[in-house]
């Protein structure tokens, strides 16, 4: 944790009937400038926590600080922090023009300088041409740059985003995320936010704070998030994912044995497993598992039944049937002298120690 | 024989095809809605179009006094009317007793000219024995004869086309010459009602509009089981009849009722003077907001409902007060929903019939009470159709003023 953080979150918790914690304990720090994504599927308590921080909702308990100042009894207009709705809440009677000038209003801003301010705000999002519009005659993608255009018009330090490119199809949502990514790099503000999709958030963040039932499961960056997930949730949860569920036979600093149904014992890298005899699940990336492997280069090598071939240009999906699963899924890649395999064939698969984590059951 | 080509296919023949492709769906839908239609201009259009027809159209002098109509026809109105004006009359009258319609004769003149009845009924009796001259016997019966006011009603109830009736229910007078008078200033009644009419409808949807809004917002935007609740609570007086409604608040408010002892018992008033709150202005007011108070939460509702609160969120996560976020944002957006309750509720209101009549007093009645007067009462349909096409009139160009200011497509009922 830094000395001086944007945003902390302190020992939060949240309720809202008094009887189940959507969110438990929540300790988060959230540096100036940085992007920090909030992952997680749905009532995993992320959206809570943004709203806590919007000053929505009250936490039931515990304290969230805004640059060092507790924010608890701070409400949300005095709190200055620019929020992207889901669906914009581009205020439907107004002009895109007088939506972004509402802020500067109440902010009692001279109207030279709100229409400046309005100007550069619109031409930053490309828009400048649409200032007398509606926001209904604006395109799904217009409204999302023009809500965001309004979140920043008022130079907040802070920029909440509530899955802000839900609304939008898949082609416009992958454009609109290097558009966000930009004006955060070149504006140098702090965004907050939240989405269901990992890949937007492994595409646009700095930080990834992965959710579930209430509890952050890991706080790291994309990379490390995706290479070194610390329990099953995030290995699982975080791209695509092969799970073996064992018991641990032996265990030696970061090695360890796992026996998977009485027959197999696979090598692999201890990361979240207890002592001997408990259960642990296995997790092995797709394209990190070889097609007839040199037996000299891995530790695990298995014969396998190759049962599905699902041809994606630049690799193959193939589903295996492996040590008693049959969901067992390899990523053969279309390399100039890849392995050709037939529905129905018998081969060899293997994979490093290192690539397979033992974690938590 | 030749077939149509796709080149040769000219717009009215692709018309007539489509026409007749489309003709057994639209025959079938026709006969599906003709019951409705057949029992709507039954019920509904052709009665109103026969009652509006009255305001403008009173055919009883000309259809039971021919020779009279007859000889008027060429009078001037001014001059002294002649022997053969008188033999007509006479004539008429006899025929008129013989077939006891003389009565609706009298009335009809009578309206033209007050005090004039009697003149008809008690000459008819006479009218088969005098003899010519006409002009000096029939004065010999009755001397108002000689009054040239008298002719002048006739002359003006002669006419069956006439506007009379729409002048009476505007306080004018029409003169047996065409020309139009105001009425004297003790018989200017009707513009009074109007205006009260109007008056109370405005005040009412305004209490509506200020007691119905909060009641609107809290059913939007309470947890779906209390705004269930008290969503039953709108609706169940809704339920109720109006005549029951209407009695309750008797009860209440009377001298003697609930409200009055309440406040003798506080002491706000001691028991010599208790407070006159109904069967005045007053208790109209309160009866109607009451009464109409769902037509003005139910649009509302419907209109609040569809506003997501992040409207509200944006407007303070911008920097919005409660205050400015309520009424730069929100309240904008819930016109559309003030429109259809205020104009659902007025147009209701300035129709109100039975509530004022029971509730009223004096002060208290309105336009429709006078309407039904004449139709029960003095039995003169005409005035009563004249007043409800001068109310429709004004309704009408309410309507249409609305259009031209709010605009109809931002009302939005539900």
Redesign the interface.
Known sequence: MSNNPLVRFQNVQKSYDGKILVVKDLNLDVEKGEFLTMLGPSGSGKTTCLMML???EPATHGEIYLDNQPINNV?????????V???Y?L???MTVAENLA??LE??KMSSSERQERVKRALDMVQLGAFGNRRPAQLSGGQQQRVAVA??LV?DPDLV?MDEPLGALDKNLREQMQYEIKHIHENLGVTVVYVTHDQSEALTMSNRIAVFNDGVIQQLAAPDALYERPENAFVAQFIGENNKLRGTVTEIDGDDCVVQINDEAFVYAKAVNVGKKGEQSTLSLRPERVVISPNPQDVQNMFEARVLELIYLGDHIRTRIALLGREDFIVKVPNSANHAFLREGELVTVGWLQEDCRALDA | MTTATAETIDDALLKKRLDKAMFRSRLRAFLLVSPLLLFLFVAFIAPIGYFLGLGIWDSTFHNHMPKTTEALRDWNSISEPDEKMYAALVADMVVARENRTIGKVATRVNREKPGSRSLFTSSARKAAKLEAPFKESLPGVKKNWNDIAVWQAMKTASRRLTPGYYAAALDLKLNSDGSFQRQDEKRRIHMILMLRTLQISLLVTLFCLFLGYPIAYLLATLPARTSNLLLILVLLPFWTSILVRTTAWIAMLQSQGVVNDLLVYFGITDDGSRYSLIYNKLGTLIAMTHILLPFMVLPLYSVMKGIPPSYVRAAKSLGATNWTAFWRVYAPQTIPGIGAGAILVFIVAIGYYITPALVGGQEGTMISNTIDDHMRKSLNWSLASALGGVLMIVVLTLYWLYDRVVGIDNMKLG
Do not use: T, Y
């Open positions: 919007a000053g929505f409400p949300p207009h005095k709190r200055g922090i620019g929020m709705f889901q669906n809440a205020f439907p009677h509402f802020p109440v902010r309004r979140a008022f909440l």
